[in-house]
């Protein structure tokens, strides 16, 4: 039990969690599902230093994971800032795995030589927004009705931190 950089054999651990979020419809804007090939460019687009990928291992499976995405990719201006992203299997929610991995992406955000961090969410994801209120986030931006989701229509939300 633990966090981790990701491995090759995780993915499609990975991409289950990532398909139960779009399948809640409450904690991205995808809306169909993916096949694990489906996911291996992102997968392999988080195997460097600079953005890596980090798993919560629990009995050898990948119920967790975070990662670190640029914003606003090749504006050299903004490599200091990076998007946070975080997702739990469904069921380990409600363990603190989500702190546990965002307590350890945070320390790592210095290191990688991020001083702002921010996540973009649905305003629908009451789960996230607390996580992100917790650990010092606060709402930096608002798209008011820009997502159209089969639960209705929410707001698409910038939240953020200085580190």
């Known amino acids: 039990m633990g966090i981790r950089l990701a491995k090759e054999i995780d993915l499609k651990d990975l991409t289950e969690i990532y398909n139960q979020a779009i399948l809640k419809g409450t904690c991205n804007a995808f809306t169909e599902i993916f096949e694990v090939e489906d996911r291996r460019a992102w997968f392999d687009s988080h195997q460097n230093e600079e953005y890596p990928l980090y798993v919560y291992e629990k009995d050898s499976q990948a119920v967790g994971f975070a990662y670190f995405t640029a914003y606003r990719s090749g504006r050299l201006a903004m490599r200091g800032t990076a998007e946070i992203s975080y997702y739990v299997h469904e069921d380990y929610q409600g363990m603190g795995i989500g702190s546990q991995l965002m307590g350890f992406a945070l320390e ?25 209120r917790k650990f010092g986030f606060e709402e930096w931006g608002r798209l008011s009705g820009a997502v159209k989701l089969s639960v209705g229509i929410c707001d698409h939300l910038y939240y953020g931190r200085k580190i």
């Open 108 to 132: 790592r955000a210095v290191s990688l030589g991020f001083d702002t961090l921010i996540a973009i969410l649905l305003s629908v994801n009451e789960g996230s927004i607390a996580l992100l």
